[in-house]
Each structure stands twice: as structure tokens, then as C-alpha cells.
């Protein structure tokens, strides 16, 4: 049961971003920003769905049910991962999960900020930069696990609720989530 009232029937992130509507509008403009592709920022390699793979991940160490399973669908459908095998692959062991180096990397540095900022080594940030990533992925990877640390809280810390064992639900969200972005009137 949620600590406040929320709007009943609307699950998650949702429901206290319909509860306070002057919050949600930012907050879906910076999920937009860094989990849909940047144009403005050419020298990106992520794609989508590389990005809702990183928030997946860390929602999945923040042990936040409705963003891991939201956001994994998302990165599902833009990686044609049907089944989910990849993503399920990506949160039990990214190290052994079929990505590339470059994101195993950018996974590992995202881990390191869920824990806390300061677990970013210079190490990693040198790994990832083998591996391929440029500084803007650094720059965004840091931003969407530091995000989703903030995402994760604002729902578990309201005790929102979430539908279990309901893939088709998840599954429909993330299609308007891939047309239609992450919209203040129906956040995903």
C-alpha cells in the first residue's frame, strides 16, 4: 500500500508522477533526454535501447520491481530481445551476458555509480575507453545510473505498486514508450 494516496489502478512511477504532475514534466524530460537518442550529440555510440539496458541494470541492483521490468521491456523491444533472455542475461551477470565489451564496461562503471559515485575508478573509465566508448557514453552512462538511483527511490520510497508476473502489461507499455517517449501526461 502506497505511504501517500496515488491515484489507484496506475502502477509505479506513474502514479506519484500523477500525483504531482510539476515534478513529472522534468523528470520525463531528463528520462527523454538520456534514454532516447540525442541528436545533438553525434559523438553518442549508445543506441536505445543500449541506454534502457543501463537503467535496467541499475534498477535491477536497486531492486526496484517496476523500473527493472518497465525499462527492460523497453530495452527488449529496441534490441528485438522477444523473450527477454538478453536483458534477464544482462541483470543476473552482464559479465557473462551476450553485449559487447565496450557495454560489459560502461555496465560495470554504471554499477560502480548505483553503489556510489565515488566507486568510479579511473580503471573503468580507461576500460570503457578500450573498449570503444566515447566520453559522451561515460558522460551519459554516469547520468542514467545516477538518475534511475534517484528514479528507483521516488518509487520504492512511496511504496508504489507494481503488477507481477503481468509481461503483456509491460510489454504494451513499452511499445508507446518506444512511439511516443516518456510523456509527463502518461510517463512510462
Same mark, same amino acid.
Given at each position: 500500500?502506497?505511504?501517500?494516496?496515488?491515484?489507484? =489502478?496506475?502502477? #509505479?512511477?506513474? *502514479?506519484?508522477?500523477?500525483?504531482?504532475?510539476?515534478?513529472?514534466?522534468?523528470?520525463?524530460?531528463?528520462?527523454?533526454?538520456?534514454?532516447?537518442?540525442?541528436?545533438?550529440?553525434?559523438?553518442?555510440?549508445?543506441?536505445? =535501447?543500449?541506454?534502457?539496458?543501463?537503467?535496467?541494470?541499475?534498477?535491477?541492483?536497486?531492486?526496484?520491481? %517496476?523500473? !527493472?521490468?518497465?525499462? *527492460?521491456?523497453?530495452?527488449?523491444?529496441? @534490441? #528485438?530481445?522477444?523473450?527477454?533472455? @538478453?536483458?534477464?542475461?544482462?541483470?543476473?551477470?552482464?559479465? !557473462?551476458?551476450?553485449?559487447?565489451?565496450?557495454?560489459?564496461?560502461?555496465?560495470?562503471?554504471? *554499477?560502480?555509480? !548505483?553503489?556510489? #559515485?565515488?566507486?568510479?575508478? +579511473?580503471?573503468?573509465?580507461?576500460? +570503457?575507453? @578500450?573498449?570503444?566508448?566515447?566520453?559522451?557514453?561515460?558522460?551519459?552512462?554516469? @547520468?542514467?545510473?545516477?538518475?534511475?538511483?534517484? %528514479?528507483?527511490?521516488?518509487?520504492? =520510497?512511496?511504496?508504489?505498486?507494481?503488477?507481477?508476473?503481468?509481461?503483456? %502489461?509491460?510489454?504494451?507499455?513499452?511499445?508507446?514508450?518506444?512511439?511516443? =517517449?516518456?510523456?509527463?501526461?502518461?510517463? #512510462?
Amino acid at each position: 500500500m502506497p505511504h501517500i494516496p496515488l491515484p489507484p =489502478g496506475i502502477p #509505479g512511477i506513474r *502514479g506519484p508522477m500523477n500525483y504531482s504532475p510539476e515534478t513529472a514534466r522534468p523528470m520525463n524530460d531528463l528520462a527523454n533526454v538520456l534514454l532516447r537518442t540525442n541528436a545533438h550529440h553525434p559523438d553518442s555510440t549508445l543506441s536505445e =535501447g543500449e541506454r534502457e539496458l543501463i537503467a535496467t541494470y541499475v534498477s535491477s541492483q536497486n531492486d526496484c520491481y %517496476f523500473c !527493472q521490468t518497465i525499462h *527492460g521491456a523497453v530495452a527488449s523491444h529496441h @534490441l #528485438g530481445d522477444e523473450d527477454w533472455s @538478453l536483458v534477464s542475461a544482462v541483470k543476473c551477470d552482464y559479465r !557473462q551476458a551476450p553485449v559487447s565489451e565496450k557495454m560489459k564496461a560502461l555496465l560495470t562503471i554504471a *554499477g560502480s555509480v !548505483q553503489k556510489g #559515485g565515488k566507486h568510479v575508478t +579511473a580503471q573503468q573509465i580507461d576500460a +570503457a575507453r @578500450l573498449a570503444g566508448a566515447t566520453d559522451r557514453d561515460l558522460h551519459d552512462t554516469v @547520468l542514467i545510473a545516477a538518475a534511475f538511483c534517484m %528514479f528507483n527511490r521516488y518509487v520504492d =520510497g512511496l511504496a508504489t505498486t507494481a503488477p507481477v508476473d503481468v509481461p503483456d %502489461f509491460y510489454r504494451m507499455r513499452a511499445a508507446g514508450v518506444v512511439a511516443n =517517449g516518456y510523456a509527463a501526461s502518461d510517463p #512510462g
